[in-house]
């Protein structure tokens, strides 16, 4: 954004960085410092009303007020679940909705926040990516998802983790991803620090190694899926051309530069990839590699054929990669009665809008 455009045009807070802001001030003759105050007003003290900004000089709080928009989005769903965790259903400036996950263990409060609306990679137990991809977020639009899960939280507590693993694929909009994470790292944004943010990719080599270049130490988690290419290239129409062993070097680039042991997600798919064999030839792949494997029993989505396999499917590939030596978890479900899994809240308020005739939104849940 030029200068002069920014002096008298309407901008949106989240899409700027506190540089950026610092320019816009000193344009409408204030200092560059009211940059700081305004991002710690609505980052820190969570305060999205310029007029309750009340360290700011009265004109400026009214010129803020007039041309910055400080959230974008709003909320149309709002759904808590038993176990604490919450849902936010986003509406965009373009009537396009995204989701976010708030969770909560032990002194964690971790966010779950989208980077796109669908996503492209072709997973075929995956939700979000049914309809294909319909557009990347900006980074004022990834940036909002976690001032609006902030608010859900009394004063005294802060966001301690995030973990880019909602709708769509953060590697393929690299640029606005990190654009919104910088913020979230520095310490007028939301200070929390790369080694408590977890970036979680299908697997696109050439960007796994841009982001080990940028050097912050973020948590990479890979999802695997299949341990050889034919069965993958079924489960993640992505590998096609790409391949399992590109994927490897990259992430094993990605801990060379970083230092930061990579995981990997295994989604466990009943009868599809749950065998013996295949925990076998995981096995084989990682073995020699610092590496975490997460599995994650397949979260039900209704129009999708796939299920979660028993628990003593589960317990004999947990021992299997054990007996190898490698790092295994089998991953909680949360937020399991609010349709947790990253697209489906989206879906079924899609498909339940379209049934109606008179085009009103359908009722609002919890505070929404
Ligand atoms: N595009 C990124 C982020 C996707 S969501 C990626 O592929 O990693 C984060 C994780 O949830 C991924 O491992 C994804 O494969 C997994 N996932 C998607 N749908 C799921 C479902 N129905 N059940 C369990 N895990 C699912």
Known sequence: M??????TSTFRLCDLSVDELAEWCRGVGQPAYRARQGFHWGFQKRVMDPERMDDLPKPFRQLLGERCEILSSHVVRHLVSQDGTEKLLLELRD?????????????????????????????????????????????????????HLQRLLPHEEKLTNIVVMGMGEPLANLGEVIAALERVLDEQGLGIGARRITLSTVGLPEKMRQLADLGHPFTLAVSLHAPNDRLRDRLVRANT??????????????????????????????GLNDHPTHARQ??????????????????????????????????????????????????????????????QLRLRVDASESCREDGARSERSGTG
Not at 2 to 7: D, I, V
Not at 113 to 136: D, H, P, W, Y
Not at 312 to 324: D, G, I, P, W
């Open 2 to 7: 030029k200068l002069a455009a920014r002096e």
């Open 95 to 147: 009537g396009r909705t995204v989701e976010c996950v708030l969770m909560r263990g032990g002194r964690r409060r971790t966010a779950c926040i989208s980077t796109q609306v669908g996503c492209g990679m072709g997973c075929v137990f995956c939700a979000s990516g049914l309809k294909g991809l319909e557009r990347n977020l900006s980074r004022g639009e990834i940036l909002e998802q976690l001032l």
């Open 282 to 343: 995981l096995a084989a792949l990682l073995e020699d590699r610092c590496a975490h494997v997460n599995l994650i029993p397949m979260n039900p989505v209704p129009s999708l054929p796939f299920r979660a396999p028993k628990a003593a499917r589960v317990r004999r590939f947990v021992e299997s990669l054990e007996r190898k030596g490698i790092a295994v978890t089998v991953r909680k479900r949360k937020g399991a009665d609010i349709d947790a899994a990253c697209g």
């Open 241 to 270: 051309g790409i391949g399992i062993r590109a994927i490897l070097e990259a992430a094993d680039y990605y801990f060379e530069r970083t230092g930061r042991r990579v995981s990997y997600e295994y989604v466990l798919l009943g």
